[in-house]
């Protein structure tokens, strides 16, 4: 048996991106909507106590770091020295400094027992005012607090219970009842007894196990030989594919009462338990303002929410203080070395931001200054290459970001378009292309309807725009335009059922009028008879 063992050595070589620590700090600050920022700065001002709030610059004007505040100042200093003629500093008087800055950065972003009533009542007004927010409770919630009310045994309870509990957000009931009456040791017509129960509670038509249930359970009230429980009951199914006529037909009765009991089903909710799990609304601060100043459209960054950060005076004092220790000198550079990472890295994201803010407002002038005017179309990569940054980083920019311009508050997001490209060289974005083809729609033959394949022929030679039909299709269904085949069926039966009316109309006018026509030939011949004797 031979056994071969070979032994390779290979070098390779391969380049890899390696981001440094302050360039991934900036990404992920130009990331951040205003209120984590907010919240981040919060954070690193109670951490670091080299950073501090620059309460004397008001008027938007940022105070300049100093140059010992600057990381790369502090490592170009090869040495540090340990003395000095004019001075003699001990180590108890530079620790008792250090406390002195802690101590005095405590006190001013923690609370803590021996803070002053001001701070206290500030507080405590904070607590009432979150105690106070009220919470919309869940569906789950209300249906337990009618339970009481049914007066029903504890085993029926927990029957009730059980089912309540597997009622989904729609308000429908997904769990069998089979499985529940399995799952209480209980028969099957116990569990659709106190099903029933809870099917009469708040809100009308909770706890249906099928759409058909759900409307019938909503139309109780009205008569059961009512149209439209009639036709929830035995043809729902035609009433979803509009086939009116068919329903009228089967029914024997007229298309008219048909549309009528079709308002009265789409009057109902299908969805009972929705309203319970509405979200509560939630605000949001535009980080871009757009003024319209004498025509011309100038962009603001709202920055009121950012604290205004700069490096401790008391940090920079100390740092150049001669006697400090190795640990103790490593310990400031690191401190004063993030506060002005965090602070330069704020400063970098709002340029980027008022740089694209600034783009997006220039490219999209006639969207904000016509009420009916149309967005162009606009992408990452062309403000990118416009204001000379990589795509990804528009992308951070404008990402969770929101814009207050004349016509509403809007996502950056909103203003980004991707847009189909013309024969003649322009480019129309998906929403003008759904609006030429609604006004295509509205002026077809009803009798012979236009189909998808037809506009997208109609567009390429109009407009110079190709378009796949199925693109035409998604885009007509995102408008809610049924298809050609479907348009020409109502257009079918909208017309029967107005020549139907009409006939009806003229039937009953030639039944008035033979009822009241005066019988001439009988008075006649009774003239004549009156004559002759």
Not at 233 to 245: N, V, W
Not at 247 to 258: E, S
Not at 389 to 400: D, G, K, P
């Amino acid at each position: 048996m031979n056994i071969g063992i070979n032994l390779d050595h290979q070098v390779n070589t391969s380049q890899q991106l390696n981001l440094a620590p302050q360039l991934l700090q900036w990404l992920r600050l130009l990331q951040l909507p205003t209120t984590e920022l907010t919240a981040i700065v919060q954070t690193e001002l109670e951490k670091n106590p080299a950073l501090e709030l620059d309460s004397s610059n008001a008027d938007g004007n940022e105070a300049p770091v100093e140059d010992s505040a600057n990381p790369d100042s502090l490592e170009a200093e090869t040495t540090v020295p340990l003395s000095s003629p004019d001075t003699k500093d001990t180590d108890k008087e530079k620790y008792e400094l250090l406390a002195e800055i802690n101590e005095q950065w405590n006190l001013d972003t923690t609370h803590s027992p021996g803070r002053n009533s001001q701070d206290s009542d500030t507080e405590e007004k904070q607590r009432y005012i979150i105690d106070s927010i009220t919470s919309t409770p869940s569906l789950h919630e209300h249906l337990l607090k009618q339970l009481p009310r049914t007066g029903m045994s504890q085993q029926n309870i927990n029957i009730a219970e059980l089912i309540i509990g597997s009622i989904d957000e729609k308000g429908y009931l997904s769990l069998p009842i089979e499985n529940i009456a399995s799952a209480t040791g209980s028969e099957t017509k116990q569990v659709e007894k106190i099903l029933a129960m809870i099917q009469s509670f708040d809100p009308v038509g909770v706890a249906a196990r099928d759409l058909r249930e759900c409307l019938l359970l909503q139309l109780q009230s009205c008569d059961e030989t009512s149209l439209a429980r009639k036709i929830v009951g035995e043809h729902l199914e035609l009433l979803a594919r509009k086939q009116h006529t068919e329903i009228a037909r089967i029914l024997d009765v007229d298309v008219d009462d048909i549309m009528e009991a079709q308002q009265i089903i789409i009057s109902l909710n299908p969805a009972p338990g929705s309203k319970f799990s509405e979200k509560a609304p939630e605000y949001v601060n535009a980080d871009v303002i757009v003024h319209n100043i004498d025509g011309t459209y100038v962009t603001e960054l709202n920055d009121t929410h950012i604290p205004r950060l700069r490096i401790s005076a008391s940090c920079q004092q100390l740092i150049n203080k001669p006697g400090l220790k190795p640990d103790e000198s490593s310990y400031l550079r690191n401190k004063i070395r993030s506060a002005s990472f965090l602070i330069q890295g704020i400063r970098q994201r709002q340029a980027t931001l008022q740089k694209v803010a600034e783009q997006v407002v220039s490219l999209q002038q006639d969207y904000l200054s016509n009420p009916t005017g149309e967005m162009k179309p606009l992408t990452m990569a062309k403000v990118a290459a416009i204001i000379g940054v990589h795509e990804t980083t528009v992308s951070r920019a404008i990402s969770s970001k929101y814009i207050r311009t004349p016509r509403g508050l809007f996502e950056m997001k909103h203003f980004f378009r991707a847009g189909y490209r013309c024969a003649d060289g322009s480019a129309m974005t998906p929403e003008t292309v759904k609006n030429m083809i609604s006004e295509l729609i509205e002026k077809e033959n009803p009798v012979s309807p236009l189909k998808d394949i037809t506009i997208a022929r109609i567009l390429e030679k109009k407009d110079g725009l190709r378009l796949a039909r199925r693109t035409i299709a998604k885009y007509r269904e995102e408008i809610s335009i049924p298809s050609s085949k479907e348009r020409r069926r109502q257009t079918i039966v909208s017309t029967a059922a107005h020549k139907a009316k009409r006939d009806s109309e003229l039937n009953e006018k030639h039944d008035i009028g033979m009822n009241t026509r005066k019988p001439e030939v009988p008075f006649a011949s009774e003239s004549i008879q009156s004559a002759v004797a």
